[in-house]
């Protein structure tokens, strides 16, 4: 092992081969690599990436959990997901944009794509929850995500990473919808009035603030002549969009009552 997996990491003793042969098995490192998509140089990072922080309690020879790699892996995957949001939609504002990373990003989505390739069979965790439910939990699960993501980045580098992040959530999600979620309040609220045959929503332009370049627009849905909500936003459609999912809420709550 170089200079600078000792000084860096130093998460093995003397007998830091052994112990790597030992946790990361050809059978598991084969695993890993049908799983990244590509031949790994450096397995220390990815035996870093498979140490959850209970290991570490039990097992006094390795000294660094995955914590590290999973700060640099969040970091990456933001940026994957930000960057792909921005070209996909060039036409919205960044209020749109964040919220829709926020559903590709969030501890519970990226949980169940960590649980869908199989990353909980691999992790390296202390008998206390070995024995339960806690290797399913969502946050270890997520936190490992992350940390793989970082190996990749660091062994493979940022194509390899983005490469995997699209191929196992991305792309993925992309096919369920999940990047729609935040265009469907209009549609849900259009449906609900068709179900009862009542007038089509209609939405207004009531405000334009700030300069040409950075205007911010308010606008309200009204059903017949009853106001439902109002939304703003940095375009007309997101505007429309927030008018819309105030008025969703505004019917759930009425309906709730009743």
Do not use: C, W
Request: aromatic share 10%.
């Amino acid at each position: 092992m170089t200079a600078f997996f000792s000084g860096l990491f130093r998460i093995f003793n003397s007998s830091s081969d052994k112990n790597l042969k030992k946790l990361l098995s050809p059978d598991k490192v084969a695993k890993l690599e049908k799983l990244i998509g590509f031949k790994i140089k450096s397995e220390e990072y990815f035996l870093q990436a498979l140490l959850h922080r209970s290991f570490l309690e039990q097992n006094s020879e390795f000294e660094v959990s995955n914590e590290r790699l999973e700060f640099l892996g969040d970091a990456v995957l933001s940026l994957t997901v930000a960057e792909h949001l921005f070209k996909k939609f060039p036409e919205e504002d960044e209020g749109f944009l964040t919220k829709v990373r926020s559903k590709f990003v969030n501890k519970i989505a990226i949980a169940d794509v960590a649980q869908e390739i199989g990353l909980s069979n691999l992790l390296l965790v202390g008998k206390n929850l070995l024995s339960g439910s806690s290797i399913n939990s969502k946050t270890i699960l997520a936190d490992a995500f992350e940390a793989l993501i970082g190996a990749i980045y660091m062994d493979g580098g940022l194509g390899a990473a983005k490469s995997f992040i699209k191929r196992v959530l991305i792309e993925p999600y992309s096919k369920a919808g999940i990047h729609l979620i935040d265009e469907n309040f209009k549609s849900q609220l259009l449906e609900y009035v068709q179900a009862r045959k009542l007038e089509a929503p209609v939405y207004f332009v009531i405000k334009e603030e700030g300069p040409h370049h950075d205007k911010v627009f308010t606008v309200k849905v009204t059903i017949g002549d009853q106001e439902y909500g109002i939304g703003k936003g940095r375009s007309k459609k997101t505007a429309e969009q927030s008018a819309a999912e105030e008025a969703i809420h505004k019917i759930e709550d009425s309906n709730s009552v009743k």
